[in-house]
């Protein structure tokens, strides 16, 4: 009896929420057929190829490299590469900095971002169409318009090659406040808020117990995507740092630039310097897949 | 607690409800809130005050850094494009009127910068939406794991431009290189990927377009399976094969997401900077020995920061900047005049 009771409006409302799908797959989402498994093969080998040649190359010794034909398979270098990369290329320091800079950048844009997100979502005032649209015309703007002032500034205040120079411009960011607000339009009901509001909590208390609750699905997303960007941002941090306090992609400039003139040392960094965020993608890959469609259809 | 608060925040409705419904009534009420000091009187203009603030509150830490570190700086760079300002002597800024814009425009370096923007900008958008619109019609088939198939498509994403280029530097190495010997396998002449002016933007593209295609893929196919279902049900009752409702249905449903894409990659085309820089190694910022790969972005921090002539730089990026308008208007009028001739079909 009590069984039944449970599994009735269950199967009730499991069965008409499936079936339309599978009609819709029928009608239009037709298996893929051989030939497009074959070019998708070939789509995921030239995607991959070349992250896993670095990894061969870094294995290697640069005399080997500078031979026909270039190698195939791995060789017994790779450690010494590594290390070689790490503590001469300055590739140890520049990890590190790394992941505090692009760490902090996250967390400032997800935090700004939602924030924003929510009251041009939520809440009324005056000029929020206006402003929305400001906001998003602003991912027009190239970087390169900025970096002149920025930098005779940051040389003003003596913060060349301190870190929170290439922080503090990258704290927001355009697309993570209209990411954050096309996800919150639909995902925080609007009564949430109110009974907030009508039990006298402040916008504050509204943000902590309503917002950031509903939020955090596309916070989690925004981190992961505003993570990778922070990761490979390079204009700014390689006109606002040198050698001797570098981020990666600072790093990987030096080496690109005849620094350490050795082909597999070169490739090593370049391993080195993308292995957290491949680590990343084998991790969130779906998440991060999510986000960018998510981002993408409502944007 | 609760209830005096709300007569107190709305007046007029508290008095609606009452009993005695005279506007008497909300003028006692609004009188008994003002004078007494502090209490709930105090809270509730808080509270007012809090609704009303509160969303500009949220708003402001985007528009405050945003104004200090990019719209605040734009409109230095056109200051600083007016003046001689030179990376050796910080100090001494003299006014130069239009003399950097005036330089520069008869400079054949600017001239070939932009049209090698222009080209490697062509070269790497056009095959890189055209392949991924075909990758994200082939994902939109129901697959075998279809979410490996798009992680996988996207990771050349998670490779930085310099990791990217510094292995493609390599791959398109002239004598050692894999695409060089690749290409004599198929029997083919080797080509002088470093020198030879269309040889050095192809492989600049490529990075281009490695990098970007699986992202592109994946916004295309957010959108296609967007698409209402019907839409190809009744295209495939008319008799419309494959190829057919991918024309008629898919690309018309597809046309603000590919000008959106259209847009973004034309913006990413006219910034490209660290390709070429790190495509021509040690002396990267001249963009090749003929200077056959130099972009824009390229020419503004060589005349900045290796040259040192932070007043051209400034007058380099504004002229960018005008290019990037013009292209928009552009794109805004053709997709206009797109819209408007598809209507009258």
Same mark, same amino acid.
């Given at each position: 009896?009590?069984?039944?009771? /449970? ?7 499991? #069965? ?21 498994? /074959? ?9 991959? $190829?070349?992250? %896993?040649? &670095? ?63 929510? $009251?041009?979502? +939520? ?77 006298? #909590? ?18 989690? /997303? ?14 700014? !941090? ?8 570098? &981020?990666?992609?600072? $790093? ?33 890959? +779906? ?10 259809? +409502?944007? | ?20 419904? =005279? ?106 939406? *055209? ?15 279809? &979410? ?7 990771? !050349? ?9 510094? %292995? ?22 080797? /080509? ?16 281009? @377009? ?65 390709? !070429? ?8 910022? +001249? ?6 790969? =130099? ?10 920061? @290796? ?14 900047? *005008?290019?990037?308008? @013009? ?19």
């Amino acid at each position: 009896m009590t069984t039944s009771e /449970v599994t009735l409006p269950q199967k009730t409302a499991g #069965a008409p929420a499936r079936r339309p799908m599978r009609v819709m797959g029928a009608g239009r989402q037709l298996h893929a057929g051989p030939v497009t498994y /074959v070019v998708l093969v070939l789509f995921a080998l030239v995607s991959l $190829a070349p992250l %896993v040649w &670095t990894a061969i190359a870094a294995s290697r010794t640069n005399t080997r490299l500078a031979r026909t034909p270039p190698p195939l398979w791995f060789g017994g270098n790779l450690f010494r590469n590594l290390q070689t990369a790490w503590d001469q290329a300055g590739m140890g320091t520049a990890m590190f900095n790394t992941v505090f800079v692009a760490g902090t950048i996250t967390a400032g844009t997800v935090l700004f971002s939602t924030l924003a997100g929510f $009251a041009f979502a +939520k809440l009324r005032f005056r000029f929020s169409a206006t402003l929305l649209l400001l906001t998003i015309g602003t991912m027009m703007i190239p970087p390169q318009l900025a970096v002149v002032p920025l930098y005779l500034w940051m040389s003003d205040l003596g913060w060349a090659n301190h870190l929170q120079t290439v922080v503090l411009p990258t704290l927001v960011s355009a697309f993570g406040t209209f990411f954050m607000r096309q996800y919150l339009v639909q995902a925080l009901p609007s009564e949430l808020i109110e009974a907030a509001r009508v039990d006298g #909590a402040s916008s504050l208390r509204v943000v902590w117990h309503v917002v950031f609750p509903a939020a955090r699905p596309a916070m989690a /997303v925004l981190g992961l995507l505003t993570f990778v960007m922070a990761w490979n941002d390079f204009l700014w !941090p390689i006109i606002a740092l040198n050698g001797e306090n570098p &981020t990666v992609q600072v $790093a990987l400039n030096q080496l690109g630039t005849g620094y350490i003139p050795d082909d597999s040392v070169i490739m090593a960094g370049a391993l080195l310097g993308t292995l957290p965020l491949l680590i990343a993608f084998l991790l969130f890959g +779906k998440q991060i897949v999510g986000g960018i469609m998510q981002g993408a259809v +409502k944007g | 607690m609760t209830g005096s608060k709300q007569a107190l925040t709305h007046p007029a409705s508290s008095a609606g409800t009452a009993p005695g419904d =005279q506007p008497g009534a909300a003028r006692r009420a609004r009188g008994r809130g003002r004078p007494a000091p502090g209490g709930s009187s105090w809270r509730s203009r808080l509270y007012r005050w809090d609704m009303k603030a509160s969303p500009y509150a949220f708003i402001s830490p985007f528009f405050v850094i945003f104004g200090a570190f990019s719209l605040v700086p734009l409109l230095y760079t056109a200051w600083y494009s007016l003046h001689h300002v030179q990376l050796s002597s910080l100090d001494q800024q003299t006014w130069a009127g239009l003399e950097n814009y005036k330089n520069l425009f008869s400079s054949d370096f600017f001239w070939n910068a932009l049209r090698n923007t222009f080209s490697i900008g062509l070269i790497s958008t056009v095959p890189q939406l *055209l392949a991924a619109l075909w990758l994200a019609h082939m994902l939109n088939y129901r697959l075998r794991g279809s &979410t490996v198939w798009r992680v996988v498509m996207l990771t !050349p994403y998670a490779t930085s431009v310099a990791a990217a280029t510094l %292995v493609f530097t390599l791959l398109f190495a002239p004598d050692s290189g894999m695409i060089n010997w690749l290409l004599g396998l198929v029997g083919a002449d080797p /080509v002088n990927w470093r020198e030879s002016d269309w040889g050095s933007q192809l492989a600049v593209s490529s990075i281009v @377009i490695w990098r970007w295609t699986g992202y592109n893929a994946l916004i295309y196919l957010a959108a296609m399976q967007a698409v209402p279902a019907d839409l190809y049900e009744s295209a495939a009752i008319d008799g419309a094969n494959r190829w057919q409702q991918f024309r008629s249905v898919t690309i018309p449903m597809l046309r603000p997401t590919i000008l959106f894409t259209v847009v973004v990659s034309t913006i990413g085309a006219t910034q490209l900077f660290g390709e !070429p820089l790190l495509f021509g190694g040690v002396s990267g910022t +001249k963009g090749g020995s003929e200077h056959q790969y =130099q972009t824009l972005g390229l020419y503004m921090y060589d005349q900045g920061w @290796i040259v040192g002539n932070l007043g051209k730089a400034s007058a380099i990026a504004w002229s960018m900047f *005008l290019i990037l308008l @013009i292209i928009a208007a552009i794109n805004l009028l053709v997709s206009r005049w797109l819209r408007t001739t598809h209507d009258h079909q």
